[in-house]
């Protein structure tokens, strides 16, 4: 139980699909986070959310398109994907005021492939 | 550009030794800098932060140092056990909510 829950936990897709992933917190928190993790690489940074407004979009191709309706829930959804785009996306959450004391909480992730 | 280093990238260890990760980042204007653990397949577990304007934390059998100054952190086992056995990352926060993670250390303790 990690406080911030992702569905579903594996997805294999196809290049013409269209597919979206969720995340949800229970942990009171107002930021919201997307990483993705490839092999070998480090975690990289995708989209960031505090108080639902989006604060941070590190040059992410617009087929993938977030989605922050409350503090609690995100979204990210795919669509027309790349089989480079196959990887672990992972959702993360931290209190609002992101400064010296206010640690990531990441869920479990999503392990995509795309076919 | 902030950039996270850990060395090394792969370490394996005999059961009981005492153990010692580094994490090296170039722009010491951080908030904080934070050790998680990552099991295959799964989410990262925070073990531990850092402040700025702090020295070192411990938990349990776990110590992490900080020299902003410098820009090192060392994340220090004791004891190491098999269930220890997992990818240790850094982490640094900077301005904004942008969080630079390094590429991580795989351990394996051997029973």
């Known amino acids: 139980e990690t406080g911030v829950t992702q569905t579903p936990r594996h997805l294999v897709m196809g290049m013409t699909n269209k597919k979206s992933l969720k995340c949800e917190q229970h942990?009171?928190?107002?930021?919201m986070y997307w990483y993705k993790q490839s092999a070998k690489k480090p975690l990289e940074l995708m989209f960031v959310?505090?108080?639902?407004?989006?604060?941070e979009n590190n040059s992410v191709p617009s087929r993938f398109s977030p989605e922050c309706p409350n503090s609690s829930h995100l979204f990210l959804h795919l669509h027309t994907l790349q089989p480079e785009d196959s990887a672990l996306y992972l959702c993360?959450?931290?209190?609002?005021?992101?400064?010296?004391?206010?640690?990531?909480?990441f869920g479990n992730g999503t392990r995509l492939t795309v076919t | 550009k902030q950039e996270v280093t850990q060395i090394p990238a792969a370490l394996s260890v005999p059961e009981g030794e005492n153990l010692v990760l580094n994490c090296s980042f170039t722009?010491?204007?951080?908030?904080?800098l934070q050790w998680f653990r990552q099991d295959p397949g799964k989410g990262l577990t925070s073990l531990l932060l850092?402040?700025?304007?702090?020295r070192e934390q411990t938990s349990g059998r776990l110590n992490a140092s900080l020299d902003k100054s410098s820009g090192r952190s060392t994340l220090y086992i004791a004891a190491s056990q098999p269930g220890d056995s997992a990818t240790y990352l850094c982490?640094?926060?900077?301005?904004?909510?942008?969080?630079?993670f390094g590429a991580g250390t795989r351990l394996f303790v051997k029973a």
């Open positions: 993360a959450s931290s209190p609002s005021d992101r400064g010296l004391n206010s640690p990531l909480h």
């Open positions: 942990l009171g928190h107002n930021a």
């Open positions: 959310y505090n108080f639902k407004e989006q604060t």
């Open positions: 722009d010491s204007a951080i908030y904080n």
């Open positions: 850092i402040q700025s304007s702090q």
């Open positions: 982490a640094v926060q900077g301005g904004g909510f942008k969080t630079i």
